[in-house]
Protein backbone atom coordinates (compact mmCIF):
# COMPACT_ATOMS: atom_id res chain seq x y z
CA UNK A 1 0.00 0.00 0.00
CA UNK A 2 0.98 3.58 -0.21
CA UNK A 3 2.61 5.81 2.28
CA UNK A 4 3.66 9.30 2.85
CA UNK A 5 6.15 10.20 5.08
CA UNK A 6 6.55 13.98 6.07
CA UNK A 7 8.34 15.40 8.91
CA UNK A 8 9.37 17.14 11.60
CA UNK A 9 6.20 17.17 13.05
CA UNK A 10 7.19 20.74 14.47
CA UNK A 11 9.56 22.98 13.81
CA UNK A 12 10.36 26.35 15.81
CA UNK A 13 13.01 28.65 13.48
CA UNK A 14 14.17 32.20 14.46
CA UNK A 15 13.46 34.79 11.58
CA UNK A 16 16.29 34.51 8.60
CA UNK A 17 16.92 31.11 9.55
CA UNK A 18 16.57 28.79 6.30
CA UNK A 19 13.98 25.40 6.15
CA UNK A 20 14.23 22.33 4.84
CA UNK A 21 10.95 20.20 4.72
CA UNK A 22 11.03 16.74 3.28
CA UNK A 23 8.69 14.57 2.13
CA UNK A 24 8.62 11.05 0.85
CA UNK A 25 6.02 8.73 -0.99
CA UNK A 26 6.43 4.96 -0.56
CA UNK A 27 4.56 2.19 -2.76
CA UNK A 28 4.02 4.14 -5.66
CA UNK A 29 5.94 5.56 -8.99
CA UNK A 30 5.61 8.34 -10.55
CA UNK A 31 2.82 10.43 -8.45
CA UNK A 32 2.36 13.83 -9.05
CA UNK A 33 3.14 15.70 -5.40
CA UNK A 34 2.07 18.95 -3.13
CA UNK A 35 2.85 21.20 -1.16
CA UNK A 36 0.25 23.05 1.17
CA UNK A 37 0.11 25.89 3.82
CA UNK A 38 -2.79 25.93 5.74
CA UNK A 39 -1.95 29.35 7.88
CA UNK A 40 -4.12 30.00 11.21
CA UNK A 41 -8.01 31.12 10.31
CA UNK A 42 -7.06 30.55 6.40
CA UNK A 43 -7.59 28.01 4.05
CA UNK A 44 -5.22 25.68 2.31
CA UNK A 45 -3.18 27.40 0.13
CA UNK A 46 -0.95 25.53 -3.06
CA UNK A 47 2.32 26.95 -3.00
CA UNK A 48 3.77 23.81 -5.08
CA UNK A 49 3.25 20.84 -7.78
CA UNK A 50 5.69 18.56 -9.29
CA UNK A 51 4.68 15.90 -12.07
CA UNK A 52 7.95 14.20 -12.30
CA UNK A 53 11.63 14.47 -11.46
CA UNK A 54 13.08 18.13 -11.30
CA UNK A 55 9.20 19.38 -12.76
CA UNK A 56 8.02 22.15 -10.27
CA UNK A 57 5.32 24.40 -10.72
CA UNK A 58 4.59 27.34 -8.30
CA UNK A 59 0.88 28.79 -7.60
CA UNK A 60 2.23 31.63 -5.22
CA UNK A 61 5.02 33.90 -5.52
CA UNK A 62 6.87 33.45 -2.31
CA UNK A 63 10.17 33.07 -0.43
CA UNK A 64 10.03 29.41 -0.55
CA UNK A 65 11.30 27.19 -3.63
CA UNK A 66 10.57 23.58 -3.75
CA UNK A 67 12.76 20.65 -5.44
CA UNK A 68 12.17 17.23 -6.25
CA UNK A 69 15.49 15.31 -6.78
CA UNK A 70 13.80 11.78 -6.48
CA UNK A 71 10.51 10.53 -8.36
CA UNK A 72 9.39 9.93 -4.56
CA UNK A 73 10.94 12.62 -2.98
CA UNK A 74 9.74 16.37 -2.42
CA UNK A 75 11.30 19.14 -0.25
CA UNK A 76 10.59 22.14 0.42
CA UNK A 77 13.10 24.93 1.27
CA UNK A 78 14.11 28.28 2.40
CA UNK A 79 16.98 30.57 2.57
CA UNK A 80 15.23 33.21 4.94
CA UNK A 81 12.38 32.64 6.98
CA UNK A 82 9.80 35.28 7.30
CA UNK A 83 7.22 35.49 10.53
CA UNK A 84 4.29 34.81 7.57
CA UNK A 85 6.15 31.69 6.87
CA UNK A 86 4.61 30.35 10.09
CA UNK A 87 1.70 27.83 8.97
CA UNK A 88 1.05 23.85 8.60
CA UNK A 89 2.48 22.78 6.12
CA UNK A 90 1.09 19.96 3.78
CA UNK A 91 2.31 17.06 1.52
CA UNK A 92 0.28 15.41 -0.64
CA UNK A 93 0.51 13.05 -3.48
CA UNK A 94 -2.36 11.99 -6.05
CA UNK A 95 -1.78 8.77 -8.84
CA UNK A 96 -2.91 8.77 -12.36
CA UNK A 97 -5.96 6.79 -11.35
CA UNK A 98 -7.09 8.05 -8.12
CA UNK A 99 -8.23 12.05 -8.27
CA UNK A 100 -8.55 12.67 -4.62
CA UNK A 101 -5.49 13.78 -2.81
CA UNK A 102 -3.86 12.06 -0.03
CA UNK A 103 -1.86 14.27 2.38
CA UNK A 104 1.18 13.56 4.92
CA UNK A 105 1.08 14.23 8.62
CA UNK A 106 1.91 17.85 8.03
CA UNK A 107 4.22 20.10 9.87
CA UNK A 108 3.68 22.69 11.69
CA UNK A 109 6.02 25.64 11.52
CA UNK A 110 6.07 28.68 13.76
CA UNK A 111 8.58 31.25 12.64
CA UNK A 112 9.91 33.46 15.87
CA UNK B 1 -15.92 35.17 -6.51
CA UNK B 2 -13.85 32.73 -4.62
CA UNK B 3 -13.43 29.52 -6.20
CA UNK B 4 -14.48 27.49 -3.60
CA UNK B 5 -16.98 29.01 -0.77
CA UNK B 6 -17.87 26.79 2.03
CA UNK B 7 -19.72 28.82 5.61
CA UNK B 8 -16.93 28.96 7.63
CA UNK B 9 -19.62 27.46 10.92
CA UNK B 10 -19.64 26.71 13.40
CA UNK B 11 -22.37 24.78 12.75
CA UNK B 12 -23.15 23.14 15.71
CA UNK B 13 -26.03 19.49 15.68
CA UNK B 14 -27.43 16.84 18.30
CA UNK B 15 -25.98 13.68 18.76
CA UNK B 16 -28.33 11.45 15.91
CA UNK B 17 -29.00 14.31 14.14
CA UNK B 18 -27.96 15.11 10.31
CA UNK B 19 -26.08 17.33 9.68
CA UNK B 20 -25.43 19.07 6.55
CA UNK B 21 -22.72 20.84 5.14
CA UNK B 22 -22.81 22.97 1.80
CA UNK B 23 -20.01 23.91 -0.79
CA UNK B 24 -20.21 26.09 -3.74
CA UNK B 25 -17.61 26.74 -7.17
CA UNK B 26 -17.48 28.58 -9.74
CA UNK B 27 -15.13 26.67 -12.55
CA UNK B 28 -17.96 25.05 -14.23
CA UNK B 29 -15.89 22.65 -16.24
CA UNK B 30 -14.54 21.19 -12.64
CA UNK B 31 -15.48 17.67 -12.99
CA UNK B 32 -14.00 16.33 -9.28
CA UNK B 33 -15.47 17.03 -6.08
CA UNK B 34 -14.29 15.79 -2.93
CA UNK B 35 -14.91 15.68 1.34
CA UNK B 36 -12.02 16.21 3.44
CA UNK B 37 -12.27 16.04 7.25
CA UNK B 38 -10.09 17.64 9.27
CA UNK B 39 -9.75 17.42 13.12
CA UNK B 40 -8.01 20.02 15.16
CA UNK B 41 -4.18 19.52 14.74
CA UNK B 42 -4.17 17.08 12.26
CA UNK B 43 -4.11 16.64 8.34
CA UNK B 44 -7.08 16.33 5.87
CA UNK B 45 -8.04 13.02 5.35
CA UNK B 46 -10.48 12.14 2.67
CA UNK B 47 -13.70 11.00 3.08
CA UNK B 48 -15.82 11.18 0.23
CA UNK B 49 -15.37 11.23 -3.87
CA UNK B 50 -17.90 12.37 -6.57
CA UNK B 51 -17.86 13.03 -10.05
CA UNK B 52 -21.55 12.79 -11.61
CA UNK B 53 -25.05 14.58 -10.73
CA UNK B 54 -26.55 13.40 -7.76
CA UNK B 55 -26.16 11.01 -4.66
CA UNK B 56 -23.72 9.00 -3.38
CA UNK B 57 -23.72 7.33 0.01
CA UNK B 58 -20.95 6.05 1.92
CA UNK B 59 -22.23 4.10 5.11
CA UNK B 60 -23.72 7.64 7.07
CA UNK B 61 -22.19 10.13 4.65
CA UNK B 62 -23.98 10.86 1.11
CA UNK B 63 -21.90 13.42 -1.06
CA UNK B 64 -24.55 15.10 -3.41
CA UNK B 65 -23.72 17.06 -6.57
CA UNK B 66 -25.39 19.58 -8.71
CA UNK B 67 -23.33 20.69 -11.62
CA UNK B 68 -25.99 22.95 -12.81
CA UNK B 69 -26.15 24.83 -10.07
CA UNK B 70 -22.53 24.54 -8.90
CA UNK B 71 -23.35 22.98 -5.87
CA UNK B 72 -22.23 20.44 -4.01
CA UNK B 73 -23.24 18.97 -0.15
CA UNK B 74 -22.02 16.69 2.37
CA UNK B 75 -24.75 14.83 4.91
CA UNK B 76 -23.72 12.83 7.67
CA UNK B 77 -26.79 10.85 9.42
CA UNK B 78 -26.97 9.36 12.96
CA UNK B 79 -24.23 12.21 13.82
CA UNK B 80 -21.58 10.89 16.65
CA UNK B 81 -19.51 13.53 18.85
CA UNK B 82 -16.07 11.84 17.01
CA UNK B 83 -17.46 13.59 13.59
CA UNK B 84 -16.72 16.97 15.01
CA UNK B 85 -14.29 18.32 13.18
CA UNK B 86 -13.75 20.67 10.58
CA UNK B 87 -14.73 20.09 7.03
CA UNK B 88 -12.76 20.73 3.43
CA UNK B 89 -14.70 21.04 0.28
CA UNK B 90 -12.58 20.81 -2.62
CA UNK B 91 -12.64 20.88 -6.27
CA UNK B 92 -10.42 20.25 -9.76
CA UNK B 93 -9.45 23.21 -11.63
CA UNK B 94 -10.04 22.76 -14.86
CA UNK B 95 -11.29 19.45 -15.77
CA UNK B 96 -8.03 17.53 -14.38
CA UNK B 97 -6.45 20.06 -12.42
CA UNK B 98 -5.19 20.76 -9.09
CA UNK B 99 -7.54 20.70 -5.78
CA UNK B 100 -8.95 23.86 -4.75
CA UNK B 101 -9.88 23.85 -1.00
CA UNK B 102 -12.28 26.03 0.32
CA UNK B 103 -11.77 26.91 3.97
CA UNK B 104 -13.60 24.92 5.66
CA UNK B 105 -16.83 24.46 7.72
CA UNK B 106 -16.47 23.33 11.75
CA UNK B 107 -19.00 20.99 12.43
CA UNK B 108 -20.32 20.49 16.36
CA UNK B 109 -21.76 17.15 17.17
CA UNK B 110 -23.04 17.53 20.80
CA UNK B 111 -23.93 14.61 22.97
Known amino acids: ?112 | QKEVEQNSGPLSVPEGAIASLNCTYSDRVSQSFFWYRQYSGKSPELIMSIYSNGDKEDGRFTAQLNKASQYVSLLIRDSQPSDSATYLCAVNRGSQGNLIFGKGTKLSVKP
Do not use: M
Open chain 1, 1 to 112: SQTIHQWPATLVQPVGSPLSLECTVEGTSNPNLYWYRQAAGRGLQLLFYSVGIGQISSEVPQNLSASRPQDRQFILSSKKLLLSDSGFYLCAWRSDRVLGYTFGSGTRLTVV
